[in-house]
């Protein structure tokens, strides 16, 4: 069973960057599709974006489209969450887990399993 770590979280001003990372401490990463959550305060957790086995297929929820890119990094066994142009709103503790990822006709779509595996994740901060 794979195991995640997520790190690369901060404090960063509006407009600013950061890349995550979802590192394995056990097991392979490209043998599983990954999805990165986050929940922001008070708010219930919510899909950001995800990416299949062959790395071929990404989803991203709508509000983080055109900001964020997620990739693979199979040399060092990590899914890279890049995050550009970040907004207060992406205020969160984001969190990464394996996922069931499905394309229908080109809808991609991403399912957390019955009974997903949630680390610690990783806090960012976007605020002046």
């Known amino acids: 069973q794979v195991q995640l770590v997520e790190s690369g979280g901060g404090l960063v001003q509006p407009g600013g960057s950061l890349s995550l990372s979802c590192a394995a401490s056990i097991g392979r990463l490209n043998e599983h599709a990954i999805g990165w959550f986050r929940q922001a305060p008070g708010k219930e957790r919510e899909g950001v974006s995800c990416i299949s086995s062959s790395g071929e297929t990404t989803y991203y929820t709508d509000s983080v489209k055109g900001r964020f890119a997620i990739s693979r990094d199979n040399a060092r066994n990590t899914v890279d969450l890049q995050m550009n142009s970040l907004k207060p709103e992406d205020t969160a503790v984001y969190f990464c887990?394996?996922?069931?990822?499905?394309?229908?006709?080109?809808?991609?779509?991403?399912?957390?399993?019955?009974?997903?595996?949630w680390g610690q994740g990783t806090r960012v901060t976007v605020s002046s």
């Open positions: 887990t394996g996922v069931n990822l499905k394309n229908i006709y080109g809808k991609v779509s991403c399912q957390l399993p019955a009974l997903p595996s």
